[in-house]
DNA sequence: ATGGTTGGTATCCAA
């Protein structure tokens, strides 16, 4: 059994000692990160190869940045949608790569700011892309993994007063239908697969006194999976203690337990 | 209705 994973670091610089000792203590094989903030020159890559594992990554100054951190060196690894379209903004928000038999597929949906700001507009073509960028590359038939921070509650027991949340981004019917047209390709939410249970949340803002004591959370990050993909999924959780750890992210790191092999 | 925090970079923007 292997641990996989997805985190949103808020700055691997700022986040490096809590990734490793996460890394560490949770004998973890491979680590999508998203919100890397930092160049690539400038990626901490000894860190991680210390601990033994290899890096992949793209990112911009200040702002996206996605990576992957793993054991296995992977295999046909490349950024952006390649559908002829795509910014360096796009590059550093979209890694692909095969991983033990998975495609592997990591990604940072732009947030949105408003719904009525061009962000948000870019954020439902975002969507539209991916879908896109499934349908021209992949099958629904193949062992894919498709996670990150999606920046979207699914349903309205993913989020707390979803009734006050209707206008936002990561909310607001617009955003939830796009999300259902990705699942719609052939994809299940594997956290959703394994637990119910409302109060199960991936973020919480920093700007919320006690949100995770409070309750006051999104589940806004996802390990999508085909069905194949899911039959090797033996356990999806999120792992709320690094929460409690020096320098917290605003997230959480949410773990898939997968057997290996797929192919 | 508003504001709260954090990070990277500047002294404001994005989340």
Request: hydrophobic share 35%; charged share 30%.
């Amino acid at each position: 059994m292997k641990l996989i994973a997805t985190f949103n670091t808020n700055s691997i610089r700022a986040r490096q000692g809590l990734i490793s000792k996460w890394l560490k203590s949770r004998d973890c094989h491979l680590l999508c990160i998203q919100e890397t903030k930092v160049q690539d020159k400038d990626f901490p890559v000894s860190t991680f190869e210390e601990l033994g594992y290899h890096t992949y990554f793209k990112g911009q100054k200040s702002y996206n940045g996605v990576a992957i951190i793993s054991k296995e060196p992977l295999k046909e690894v490349s950024f952006g949608f390649d559908d002829g379209q795509d910014t360096e903004e796009d590059l550093a928000r979209l890694i692909r790569a095969q991983w033990d038999g998975f495609y592997i597929i990591n990604v940072y949906v732009p947030q949105g700011r408003a719904l009525d700001h061009p962000n948000f507009t870019k954020k439902l073509l975002w969507y539209d892309r991916l879908l896109e960028c499934l349908e021209r590359a992949y099958k629904p038939t193949m062992p894919i993994f498709i996670m990150g921070d999606f920046n979207c509650a699914p349903e309205p027991i993913d989020v707390y007063a979803p009734e006050r949340k209707k206008d936002h981004v990561c909310f607001n019917e617009s955003v939830r239908e796009a999300f259902k047209r990705l699942l719609g390709w052939g994809l299940v939410d594997c956290f959703r697969a394994f637990d119910p249970s409302p109060n199960k949340y991936t973020f919480y803002d920093y700007r919320v006194p006690k949100a995770v004591q409070r309750g006051l959370g999104w589940r806004i990050d996802h390990i999508l999976a085909t069905e194949v993909a899911l039959g090797h999924v033996k356990e999806c959780y999120i792992d709320l203690e690094p929460r409690l750890w020096e320098r917290p992210s605003d997230h959480t790191f949410l773990c898939a337990k997968v057997k290996s092999g797929a192919y």
